[in-house]
Every structure is written in C-alpha cells, then in structure tokens.
C-alpha cells in the first residue's frame, strides 16, 4: 500500500493520502474501523465486478471523518492533533486523495478553478454540533 501516514505523538493515526497511481487491482487503504473506507480500483478492460447489494448492518460512528479528492489544481491540507497543534502539512493534487480521520484540519486552495470532492460518513447533524473551528 502506498500512502503517507500522519500521526500524531501518540501514534494516533490523523491522516493519510491516497495516491493518484495506484498498483493494478483492488488497493485498499483504510483499515476495517475507519468510519470511512477508502479504496482504489485500478482495472483494465472487460474486468466485471460482481453485482451485489450491500446489508443492513448496525453501525455507531462518533465522529466525522472525510476523504478529499482533488479533481483539479491543488490543495494545501494542515493536519493538527487533538490539542489543534500542527503536526503536518500536506500538498495534493490532480486525482490524488487524503482521508482525514481524528484531530483537526485545514485547506488552502492553491491554485484557481481547484476542484474537489468531498465524502464524508452521515448523517450530517449540521455545523454547530458536529465541528468547531480553531
């Protein structure tokens, strides 16, 4: 697996980036508690993948973790740890990734017309109850 990790002094794992070239088949980079589970398909051709439907399972997420996707220009992402001091700044760019987990973050747009995808875990309880800002 290729990603670059961000941890804090603790070792907590924060952060982490999703490259934009990953090895051929099905890469997986999240690890099975995330909230969020990332993974990258690299596939030729004719690859089928078997239709399926996905189960109710119970699930209890405590927390909003996020996965960016920079479509287009470049973004400039601050990770803090939980006492909101910086622990890495990490440039990405076109069809690259970075999934935020604990701590804080922030973004700076780096170049114009920068476009990203976010996805985050649900449901969304509105700003006042799910951040604050630092």
Known sequence: MNRTEIRDAAGVLLAYTIPAEPPPGLTPYS?????????????????RLQAHEHLCVPRQADRTQEVIVVLRGRVRTTVFDAAHTLVATVEIGPGEAMA???????????????????????PYPGAEKDRIRF
């Open 31 to 47: 690890a099975d508690g995330d909230f969020i589970q990332a993974l990258h398909w690299r596939y030729d051709a004719g690859k």
């Open 100 to 122: 935020l987990l604990s701590g804080g973050h922030g973004y700076e747009i780096l170049e114009n017309d920068t476009r990203v995808l976010e996805l985050k875990n649900g």
